[in-house]
Nanobody
Framework: QVRLVESGGGLVQPGGSLRLSCAAS????????MRWYRQAPGKERELVAT????????NYADSVKGRFTIFRDNARKTVALQMNSLKPEDTAVYYC?????????WGQGTQVTVSS
């Protein structure tokens, strides 16, 4: 059974930091590209960050470059998103995604709220 379980969301003040984690099971994690998406209320889901299967390349949305870092541990089957200098506009539900060929898996999401 394929599972992606996100954790680490919560309420944080502007300028603060959070680290999201995603634990994977039920598929060969090391061959999948991993991504973090987010969806704010009333908006479409947005790609935030991507990391290749080997972890040797990453890509970020312009809105988070320099503030967010995606990294993975293939031995532990986890991917994380370190979020620094958070802004109110980062408020959203954050989703973990695994993709390989036609296979595309999603987690249930974790809420991040940036507010004073």
């Amino acid at each position: 059974q394929v599972r992606l379980v996100e954790s680490g969301g919560g309420l944080v003040q502007p300028g603060g930091s959070l680290r999201l984690s995603c634990a994977a099971s039920g598929f060969t994690f090391s061959i999948y590209a991993m991504r973090w998406y987010r969806q704010a209320p009333g908006k479409e889901r947005e790609l935030v960050a991507t990391i290749t299967s080997a972890g040797d390349s990453t890509n970020y949305a312009d809105s988070v470059k320099g503030r967010f870092t995606i990294f993975r541990d293939n031995a532990r089957k986890t991917v994380a998103l370190q979020m620094n200098s958070l802004k109110p506009e980062d408020t959203a539900v954050y989703y973990c995604n695994a993709q390989y060929s036609i296979n595309n898996y999603w987690g249930q999401g974790t809420q991040v709220t940036v507010s004073s």
